[in-house]
């Protein structure tokens, strides 16, 4: 499957030149498109690595097409926009009719309302998509004053760089997380080419914390009356660029052999390889008339994977969720667009799967702005809340459904349902350490200590450290009192290493053993600011003293320092069928110091005595990322409980586009109804 590139930051330069009379050469739509993001992109990441880390974790998890509830709702999203003119000609050259009318027609593309929407290529017309999105020019502004939602200053240039100008830009920038800034300007780069059409950057918690997020664009461009020399078609160059804004790559990315633009359904393709039924690329038809393509002589679609895309952003991205909440739109002034909509009902459980006396959280989930919640809890106490966010313990064994009605003024919505199966833990640990039973103040029994130089493991209820902490631990053990504790960081001028090694696990029976912990970290005065991150090496071996096998980086960013952290997933599937193995792991402690708590090792592919009700026979198993099962009809659920797929007619559904973890494959018997879990494991 196709992969997002590492690009965070996506400069397109529309090159073109025709004279026309008088002095000044104005472009009408260029011939060529041409996109120059690598040494940009290259100079964000060197200045702030950390941000493309958060790129990849955040685009690591989204999938498509949604699988969520929600996917189902009409939620429409409003997103204040401001736009900052510098033109030596004022509103009297780039009016607000042409800031209007290139905002127009953004919306329009966006929302499937172009005209040439249903001209769209036959081979592709199925996957066409539309995001019920409106972006609203402020009527209020920061200050709480009335706005037209543009802003006009004298002419400026270079606000397309990825650096240079960010004090200028900071000083005219809105708060981020309430505005969408549009910088209009002739000579982006400030190189004295008036020709390049717009810049447009992915979503950065570092750019909307410093007020940096932003479009910048050409007024030639924009809309269809005033400066603007675009045609019909390429006006949707902004378009494009609002597309970069929802984090859209191009869908050339890297071309044929390349990993393309993430998206499922826009295959590999060249740049402006043309349009149309005849239009061929990488062996295949190309999805020319794609917004995220070159050919801007004929834009006229986003895909629905594209939609998908940018939904995942505007729910799920730190940066642009806040912007379309409803009180976001009030302090904005731009309430009056959005369309309120009969809510649908949606949540998540902590988990599905759970033993007697465990406590449930409930998240609400529901998409339409909820006012009131209606939750049905059979099984739990309580039974029924009001609450958005209930929980509910569980006394007693057995299958129970929890259900969700939510409405507002202008409806309710239907019923939401999960099954939560009580006495039934398919996360049960093979092999596990709490480390409630080792003796306070001891070296950890079983567990080798190969430290140097006087450092050491031991078991600790109480929290202490020989350096004055930052910020107090926030509890001892993670799920009880004890937790195996490394209290000694700092030995002369350091760093030191630190192992620990665990006892003998046997892996005889096990065809896919896992490993999941929970770590806690701190660091004492001595060691200057910023605080930088901390990384854990975890080993495996068939011995307590090595050779080890690297299986897993443990690393904790500055941010998580003192709040337990679980670590889950780490295969150790290398060693499988091995009646011996140790688990270790490996630190410098310089001036740090750290807890782990419980220790489990689980078995994805086994069957243990505590899945629900069997039916006879039941299988599922991974292979070269296709599921395959003996029963033509199951459903696979997410750790949270979340229906990640119901499928039915065949044995076999391929999963590859799933993240890594444990899911839960669950087949129903339709004559009796008992359903019977296996455990999967996708690496």
Known sequence: MKQLTTSILTICLLLGLLPISGLLAQPTDPASVNCGSADAMQHLFNAHPDQLKEWKEFNKNVHYPSSRNTGNCDKHYVIPVVFHVFHNGGSSSVTPAQVQSGLNKVNEDFNALNGDYNTVDPAFQDIRGSLNITFALATIDPDGNPTTGIMYYPAQSGFGNGSGYDDEIISYAWDNYKYMNVYIMRDLYDDGDHQNSGVAWYPSTWMSDNNLARVVYNDWYLGNTGTSVASGEFQSVLTHEFGHWLNLAHTFDQGCSGTGDGVLDTPTTQGEAGCGPNAMSCGHITNGENYMDYNSSCYKMYSQGQ?????????????????????????????????????????????????????????????????????????????????????????????????????????????????????????????????????????????????????????????????????????????????????????????????????????????????????????????????????????????????????????????????????????LSAFAGEDEVYVAFRSDTHHYYWRIDDFCIQDAFSTNTNDLDQITDFKAYLHDDILKTNSSSFDIYSITGQSILNHKGSTEVGVGHLSSGLYFVVNTDKRTFKQNVRKVFIP
């Open 307 to 571: 939609i998908d895309r940018m939904v995942a952003a505007l729910e799920g991205h730190s940066t642009r969720r806040p912007l379309w909440q409803l009180e976001n739109l009030e302090a904005t002034g731009t309430i009056q667009h959005y369309q309120y909509n009969t809510p649908i009902a949606d949540f998540e459980a902590s988990q599905i799967f759970v033993n007697v006396g465990q406590t449930v959280f409930f998240t609400d989930q529901s998409c339409g702005f909820p006012t009131e919640w209606e939750w049905t809890i059979n099984g739990g106490e309580p039974s029924s809340s009001s609450d958005q966010n209930p929980s509910s313990q569980f006394n007693e064994p057995g299958t129970y459904e929890v259900s969700l009605v939510v409405s507002n003024a202008n409806g309710e919505s239907e019923v939401f349902t999960i099954t939560i199966y009580v006495d039934v833990d398919p996360l049960d640990c093979q092999t596990g350490y709490t480390f409630e039973e080792e003796e306070t103040g001891a070296l950890p029994i079983s567990w080798t200590n190969i430290s140097l130089d006087g450092l050491y493991w031991v078991i600790e209820e109480d929290v202490f450290h020989n350096y004055q902490e930052v910020v107090p631990f926030t509890s001892n053990g993670h799920s009880s009192i004890k937790s195996l504790y490394c209290p000694e960081n700092w030995i002369g001028d350091g760093p030191v290493e630190v192992i620990l090694s665990s006892p003998s696990l046997d892996f005889s029976d096990m065809e896919a053993p896992t490993l999941s912990y929970w770590t806690l970290r701190g660091w004492d005065n001595l060691w200057p600011e910023p605080k930088p991150e901390h990384e854990i090496e975890i080993l495996a071996g068939t011995s307590a003293f090595g050779p080890w096998t690297n299986i897993g980086t443990d690393l904790i960013m500055e941010s998580q320092f003192h709040d337990w952290v679980e670590v889950t997933n780490i295969d």
